[in-house]
């Protein structure tokens, strides 16, 4: 189970990012990319064949995984995620600081 999940809401811990937040687009290994952060300008060759055109595109760039938190609504702060079994044997995410549970 991982601790970054595709679609959470997350806040920039590091980098020249640090501070904003949004929500997960991809998880890939040990990075992620989160919509509206790490804003990079990719240049893109034409292809006659799809109907591409060429030029330049902004687009989201990968963050590593440990540049980003979960964000809490409650407190209003990114905080450590950690992996618990409830009595029922399912596996479930939980804020360190609080002890809640992300999801249910």
């Known amino acids: 189970m991982r601790k970054i999940k595709k679609g959470d809401d997350v806040i920039v811990t590091a980098g020249k990012d640090k501070g904003k937040r949004g929500s997960v687009l991809n998880v ?27 030029g330049i595109v902004e ?25 618990k079994t409830l009595e029922d044997g399912r596996k479930v995410r939980y804020y360190k600081s609080s002890n809640e549970v992300v999801d249910l």
Do not use: Q, T, W, Y
């Open 28 to 54: 890939a290994e040990d990075r992620v990319v989160v919509e509206s952060c790490n804003i990079a300008k990719k240049h893109i060759k034409p292809n006659p064949n799809v109907g591409e055109n060429g």
């Open 59 to 83: 687009r989201e760039m990968p963050l590593h995984i440990s540049n980003i938190a979960l964000f809490n609504p409650a407190s209003g702060k990114g905080e450590r995620v950690g992996i």
